[in-house]
């Protein structure tokens, strides 16, 4: 038996920070990838420090729901799971290059597959894209006159926050799908605040690199942004701010595909799950057809 844990923050203060954890794992549990699929948190039940024992297989393949390597993922989560033998080296990353290491649960003797958080993997690239395409209506990114802003939070605590920021921008900016793509951020330049002033595009497709949606993806960026002047009274999309027409689409971590970046993120520590991650992708895929189809 193979099981899946997906270890996401949780929130005390928003009850729909679960929301996407619980969504993600749902559409994984019914591909039929893992014999059990559980979801923990760190500010909710069930808690990362026993989630072990709630789960039966004696392989488990631990994803982060994370948007980058850190405190959490180098952290709280190998110490809550009790994984004694961790050592962030083992990762042998640069803060956007984690992939996977095995070891065994002190308290449960589990082999437990421990992965590098979803947000640095390249198939959240993927996510973004189809994010910023399913914001837009009947228009099409692919009609190669939008520009795409990604945010993130940003903290001078942790480089690592910015770096998956900045990964996945370039990675789209190569792609060629967008005429300009720049990465910006709430607490560190550049700031979200003036986004305009960052793209000569008349349309501006702004994708928080967030899992949920929260006090940042809900008031604090649509406010900065100019979008509105209290986020309780909502705001249109597009919305016009300085001549520019922003789309804003909420946190990524609410696309329906985030579900195939955990199961990537399995499958690269050595999961059999190919068909099941199909099924995912047919399943959440955005239904409008492509660019000249």
Known sequence: MQALVIAAHGSHLNAGSASPTFDHADTIRESGAFDEVRECFWKEEPSFREVLRTVESEEVYVVPLFISEGYFTEEVIPRELRLEE??????????????????????????????????????MSDVIVQRADSVTGSRSVDDGDFGLAVVGHGTERNENSAKAIEYHADRIREQGRFAQVEALFMDEDPEVDDVAEFFE???????????????????????????TDDYRNGWDTPTEVDGHRIWYSGAVGTEPLMADVVLERAADAGADVS?????????????RPAAGD
């Open 86 to 123: 961790w050592d962030v080296e083992q990762w042998d990353s640069d803060g956007t290059s984690a992939t996977h290491t095995t070891l065994s649960a002190a308290d449960t003797d589990q082999t437990v597959h421990y992965c590098g958080p979803v947000g640095t993997h390249d198939a």
């Open 201 to 227: 595009t008349d349309d501006i497709v702004v994708v928080p690199l967030f899992i949920a949606d929260g006090y940042h993806t809900q008031e604090d960026i649509p406010e900065d942004m100019g979008l």
């Open 275 to 287: 068909e099941a991650i199909e099924r995912v992708r047919e399943r959440t895929r955005d239904p």
